[in-house]
């Protein structure tokens, strides 16, 4: 049974060990994101997007390695083991899981982000039935970024065209508006997850802002829906 969905975004600099010096400019990106899976029950599935689809049990073990420190991260309290090669929405979600919620326990979807709209949206509808199937509650955490274009010292470079793009996809997500995101652009980041949410969610009974924000040039939202 699906309980409720947290949305927040996947920037290595959300972990404080990654960011450094910058650390402090994130607290409230921050906090927004423990709110926001402060409403999920223990048991979790996190959809995120990656170069192919990958799954990824509560038994996995991360490291980000790859992003400068050995910090390792599980997807379940009691795992343990050598770490897997994961995507950087499931190290985000073993980061949060043992941040905020170390009762969590975590099953990891990434989807390929050369899905089209279509083919995201039957995902989204196929990972609700098999939620629903479940006898017991359900969080789904969304990990997915904007458009990274914002700004001038945006990672992709600066794109004024941009900022109402991003300005429109945090307006659905604040609002809930599922179908919005099944016109999203290519450009938007985690656009595969957004649809596959959108699949998933079909209409939210509720939907709250927790933060939107674009601190590096990149678009980063949190937020809880309601089904």
Request: charged fraction near 20%.
């Amino acid at each position: 049974m699906l309980s409720a969905i947290a949305l927040i975004p996947s920037p290595p600099v959300l972990v404080p060990e990654l960011a450094g010096g910058a650390a402090a400019e994130l607290t409230d990106l921050r906090d927004a994101v423990v709110s926001a899976v402060a409403e999920l029950p223990p048991r979790w599935v996190a959809v995120g997007v990656a170069d192919a689809d990958i799954e990824a049990g509560p038994q996995t073990v991360g490291t980000f390695a790859g992003y400068g420190v050995d910090l390792r991260v599980t997807l379940s309290p009691g795992a343990a083991g050598e770490p897997s090669a994961l995507p950087l929405c499931a190290l985000i979600a073993g980061w949060v899981r043992g941040a905020a919620r170390t009762d969590a326990s975590v099953e990891v979807r990434a989807y390929a982000a050369g899905h089209d709209a279509d083919a995201a949206v039957r995902h989204g509808r196929r990972l609700r039935a098999r939620i629903e199937e479940a006898t017991d509650p359900v969080g789904v955490l969304v990990i997915a970024d904007g458009l990274n274009t914002l700004t001038p010292s945006a990672p992709g470079g600066h794109e004024p065209d941009s900022v109402p793009v991003q300005a429109a996809l945090d307006d659905a997500l604040a609002a809930g508006d599922a179908a919005a995101l099944t016109r999203l652009p290519s450009a938007v980041i985690g656009r595969v997850a957004y649809q596959v949410l959108a699949g998933l969610a079909e209409t939210p009974r509720s939907a709250k802002e927790l933060y939107r924000g674009a601190p590096y040039g990149v678009g980063y939202f949190a937020g809880v829906w309601k089904p």
